[in-house]
């Protein structure tokens, strides 16, 4: 898609370009590789991008996310801890004992992930390009992607 609608954007120099990537694009999951090796092409091929549109007022990015609350995802929470707890319970120990290292200890809302897109999407984005993002909850131990 990006292929497609770049040469437009840059022809009316404005777009916004962005890929949601995953934690897992940094965190590459043991049990899941494959996922974490396409996630990690997304940083690469925004940056990429966002070279070619240099100067233009074009802008692409990735958006990092962190562990997120979808209904997939309660599933698996249910899945490794205890079956029948309150939601709240069941994510505690989910965070405790397999996402400890999440600073903020809870899932990620999908609107938290949603505000930095209304960001990025926006005019005061002018000056964010060719950036991985991190919507994380502090997950990547890192200051950088």
């Known amino acids: 898609m990006t292929r497609h609608y770049l040469p437009g954007m840059v022809e009316r120099s404005w777009g916004r370009v962005q890929n949601i990537a ?3 694009a940094v965190v590459i999951p043991a049990e899941m590789i494959h996922y974490g090796m396409s996630k990690t092409a997304l940083p690469a091929v925004s940056r990429g991008f966002a070279k070619e549109a240099a ?3 074009v802008t692409v990015n990735s958006v990092i996310a962190g562990p997120t609350h979808t209904g997939g995802v309660e599933d698996f929470v ?9 939601w709240e319970e069941a994510q505690r120990a989910f965070m405790r004992e397999h996402r400890p290292q999440s600073l903020i200890q809870r899932l990620i809302e999908p609107e938290e992930i949603a505000h930095m897109v209304v960001y990025l999407a926006s005019p005061y984005a002018s000056a964010t390009t060719g950036g991985a993002l991190r919507v994380d909850g502090g997950y990547v131990d890192s200051i950088l992607p």
């Open 55 to 57: 100067g233009t007022g």
């Open 78 to 86: 249910y899945e490794l801890v205890a079956p029948g707890l309150p």
């Open 22 to 24: 995953s934690d897992s």
